[in-house]
């Protein structure tokens, strides 16, 4: 079993950070600091904004990416805004509030002292960004706007257009152009990490294929941070980009990482419909459309087919209102998504396939004029109009949940490091802050708290142990076992030369997920799952077809080894899902809800997190248990009627 | 921004000339492959996926191409549809184009973007790593992670906020350069300089990053500026060229400032 100590401070809730970054942390000299080489795996908020603050502090930092350049990570895509306790719109917020609104909107699944550290630190995030030159929306006097997000009663989101994600992720890319041309940091773009080095127990190292040349290396460092982001991918249709994986946060659960909470995935309530067979990725409408948009479908199952301008006032079922009065609109990502499902599932939806929702903005037009709404989403109802063809200005939009978000991870302690000594996971790649389900505008903030301002200060706790200059050479046994460990994966892919391309075995993966496992699970539906995972794996690793070689640049390749990983991967969500007996958060399994189909917690049980701990290929793996201590509040219903 | 499109409802039949090169020191050629059936409202990045599919059944190589969120704010995507870097609607990358911009039994070329600073790596990929040494030389402004002044103390107004903002948006693809016949890297240098340099926290580094940022560009074997303005029009964000005249400026202060500017004896160091 591996020991999952979560190494949480003692004292009141709010001075635990305080006290423990002044004083129970260890230091490293700033002669010593240059001594210790840092890994960081991804240049996403989380692994930037970390990868240059170390190297601002005198440690000596690699960062790899699979991407052409660290500007691409998807963070990028990031649309709306990121939380903040500033309180600059005097309506009551502070730090116990946003604290309370993220650990009720987790669903009372996340470590209380993670979170109020999150919340410490989000208003030194925003000082910092504007610093850098982050051109965060002003009012006329000068000051930071803000906009209200789901989940809260105050306006705390900080945004940047519809484009927070991207300028903040630009900041912090700035940081680290800034560092690399100092040489502090030294960037290796297109470096696909494909496993991870333990030596001793420690991680001392990663191998990486070079995806242009297709060379495979291996470096060594004192410690290694992976910031590689979610693994939302499993389900092949997301919101994610093309490229994003789970493969460095999946070999390093291989390797002895425990996987925390896999089945806690988040289905954002407004994407972009489904559109024909086809699709490779849905697209996001941002959630602070809700701020004026309103959701509804028609009350008659009749009606559906009807053009929505069509439609009386009184034949429309405003349900998110209805049903969640005080939220409304607002209500939070899980909730609105289970809405949205139950609605069609009642034979209410509306589009090709009656897999859809209206958002309308008709009323928003008649208070702000088209030009207001323009000015505030213009951008989305371009993208909207872009992939759709339709004029959301004349119609309402038709949205419908897709997966978005993970809030599963590699477990992490308060340090941040998981039970691997010197492996740091930051960002999404973790487990640690959302609980069963992420609030809007909090993923940005968590990836730069993770980065500017946790993991400097906790990642010397763990450097201050290990003796300068005692970093493993890379002529050790273990880097070649890992190294030959890459080799025979990437060549048993290319020489299967099978019959079904790798993106088709993708689909069908994604397809057994979303049915399964999807917004609403059952013991029946995980107990199929885990049946059919494992065969279709069987099926992929037998028939899958890679063409080209490994040497040079080949995205087959690529694609595969991903996609091998998700095998796996999907087969331990479904697990967890199957095992968590209760509906929390972003989880909801029918058999444990409410009359009015709310999530039925079962904390006594299941109030604690489960962290996987992986046995071999073919054995069924532990599952840990990190029992959640709630001391300062209480675990209550989540209510948002 | 939106573009206008046939509003066909049916399926059309394409027929692609993609360029095909093996690695950056091969030759590379025009080849020609089919679309068949393509539903409209598919993206023309799922078209290349179908066909790609369907080169892998045949046994032969998928086409080479760069993208990743698809949804036109990474960057990453990369093509010259029909001689225009990012196909045929002003306002969107190649990741937003749609079939139904294109014509039933159209033939349409697709290139990589070609600029001698960006070398093509295989088929429609092409290295831009010449950006980010664009912007080590001084695409930042340099503060450390710490504990800055609170974020309102620093007042900005809201039409140099917004205007900031018309630059930041840049996706860092390269289109610029690649619509520009000299291979000018001046809309993407100006964007990053106007950014900071309408902000009172870009200030203090404001000539030196100008001056350092043009330099680098210059080095790196991108081409000047004729006022073509291929650049914003060729733009995924519209980036305005007005930013190349404000940046001008800045540069010919710059360049003055760091002339006569008095400067300080004192040394680092002392007691
Ligand atoms: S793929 Fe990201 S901008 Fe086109």
């Not at chain 1, 230091?27 to 601002?56: M, Q, W």
């Amino acid at each position: 079993m591996a020991k999952l100590e979560s190494k949480i401070p003692s004292g009141p809730l709010a001075d635990k950070w305080s006290s423990y970054k002044s004083g129970a942390l260890k230091l490293v000299n700033p002669a010593n600091k240059r001594k210790y080489e840092v890994i960081v795996v991804g240049a996403g908020l989380a692994g930037a904004s970390a990868a240059a603050t170390l190297a601002e502090l005198g440690y000596k930092v690699k960062c790899f990416v699979f991407h052409d350049t660290p500007r691409r990570a998807h963070s990028i895509a990031a649309q709306g805004g990121i939380n903040a306790a500033k309180n600059y719109q005097n309506d009551g917020d502070s730090v116990h509030r946003l604290y309370y609104d993220t650990i009720k909107g987790g669903d009372y699944r996340a470590r209380e002292a993670n979170v109020h550290r999150l919340a410490e630190v989000s208003v030194n995030i925003i000082d910092q960004c504007v610093a850098q030159g982050v051109p965060f929306a002003r009012e006329y006097g000068g000051l930071l706007a803000n906009r209200s997000f789901g989940g809260a009663q105050v306006s705390r989101t900080f945004y940047a257009r519809g484009q927070t994600g991207q300028q903040l992720l630009l900041g912090a890319y700035s940081a680290l152009m800034k560092e690399a041309g100092r040489g502090a940091v030294s960037v290796h773009p297109f470096e696909e990490m494909c496993d991870l080095v333990v030596v001793d127990g420690q991680a001392k190292g990663i191998i990486t294929r070079n995806l242009v040349s297709g060379e495979i290396q291996r470096w060594s460092a004192d410690a290694v941070i992976l910031a590689t982001g979610g693994y939302g991918n499993v389900f092949n249709l997301s919101t994610y980009a093309r490229g994003s994986n789970a493969t460095a946060i999946w070999r390093a659960y291989k390797r002895g990482a425990c996987f925390a909470n896999p089945c806690f995935t988040q289905i954002h309530p407004t994407c972009i419909p489904v559109s024909g067979d086809y699709q490779s990725k849905l697209t996001l409408m941002s959630e602070s459309l809700r701020n004026d948009g309103r959701i509804w479908v028609p009350k008659n199952a009749a009606d559906c087919d009807k053009n929505p301008n069509d439609i009386p006032e009184d034949a429309r079922d405003y349900y998110l209102e209805r049903i969640y009065p005080s939220f409304g609109n607002l209500a939070p990502r899980d909730v609105s998504s289970r809405a949205a499902m139950r609605m069609c599932d009642e034979g209410r939806g509306v589009g090709p396939g009656k897999r859809g929702v209206y958002l309308d903005f008709a009323d928003a037009i008649q208070r702000l004029t088209e030009d207001g709404v323009r000015e505030r989403y213009g951008n989305l109802f371009d993208i909207y109009h872009e992939i759709t063809n339709e004029n959301a200005y004349k119609q309402p939009m038709r949205i419908y949940p897709a997966v978005h978000y993970t809030m599963g991870g590699l477990w992490v302690d308060y340090n941040l490091m998981s039970n691997v000594p010197g492996l740091f996971v930051l960002g999404e790649a973790n487990f640690s802050d959302h609980g069963a389900n992420r609030l809007g505008a909090s993923a940005l903030m968590q990836g730069l708290a993770d980065g500017y301002f946790v993991i400097p200060y906790t990642i010397g706790d763990y450097l201050a142990t290990q003796k300068p200059g005692s970093r493993p050479k890379i002529d050790r046994s273990e880097f070649a076992q890992a190294e030959e460990n890459v080799r025979g994966i990437n060549n048993r892919l290319l020489g299967i030369n099978g019959r079904e391309t790798v993106a088709s075995f993708h689909k069908r993966l994604g397809h057994i997920m979303w049915e399964n496992c999807g917004m609403a699970r059952t013991k029946a539906s995980l107990e199929k799952a885990l049946k059919l995972i494992p065969e279709l794996r069987a099926e992929f690793w037998q028939n899958v077809k890679v063409p080209g070689t490994g040497a040079t640049l080949n995205q087959s390749l690529e694609n595969a080894s991903r996609v091998a990983d998700y095998m796996e991967l999907g087969e331990l969500l479904c697990r967890d899902a199957l095992t968590r007996e209760e509906s929390c958060g972003g989880h909801f399994r029918e058999e444990y809800q409410y009359p009015d189909g709310e999530c039925k917690r079962d904390d006594d049980n299941f109030g604690h997190v489960a962290a996987w701990e992986y046995q071999g290929d073919d054995k069924t793996p532990v599952r840990n248990v990190e029992a959640l201590n709630y001391e300062f509040t209480k675990m209550s219903v989540r209510s948002y009627k | 921004m939106v573009a206008e499109n046939h509003t066909t409802e049916k399926n059309i039949n394409v027929t692609l000339r993609v360029w095909r090169q093996a690695g950056p020191s091969q030759p590379g050629k025009f080849v020609e492959y089919k679309a068949s059936n393509c539903n409209p409202n598919m993206s023309f990045f799922e078209m290349l996926d179908v066909v790609n599919e369907e080169l892998t059944h045949a046994g032969e190589e998928p086409i080479a191409f760069a993208h990743d969120c698809r949804e036109g704010i990474c960057g990453t995507c990369n093509l010259v549809i029909d001689g225009k870097p990012h196909g045929p609607h002003k306002g969107v990358a190649t990741c937003q184009t749609y079939m139904r911009s294109f014509a039933d039994g159209a033939v349409i070329t697709v290139e990589p973007f070609r600029a001698k600073p960006f070398p093509v790596i295989k088929d429609l990929i092409t290295d831009r790593s010449a950006f980010d040494k664009i912007q080590q030389a001084g695409g930042f402004i340099s503060v450390r992670t710490g504990a800055p002044q609170d974020a309102n103390a620093i007042p900005v107004a809201k039409d140099a906020a917004d205007l900031a903002m018309d630059a930041a948006q840049c996706i860092g693809c390269g289109a610029c350069v690649a619509a520009c016949k000299n291979a000018s890297a001046m809309l993407f240098v100006a964007a990053k300089v106007s950014q900071f340099s309408l902000l009172p926290q870009g200030q203090p580094e404001r000539d030196q990053r100008v001056l350092a940022m043009v330099a680098k560009m210059d080095e790196l074997g991108f081409g000047s500026c004729t006022n073509q303005y291929e650049c914003s029009a060729a733009c995924p964000k519209l980036i305005s060229h007005d930013f190349i005249a404000r940046m001008n400026r800045d540069y010919i202060a710059a360049t003055f400032r760091q002339t006569f500017k008095p400067k300080s004896a004192a040394v680092a160091g002392g007691a």
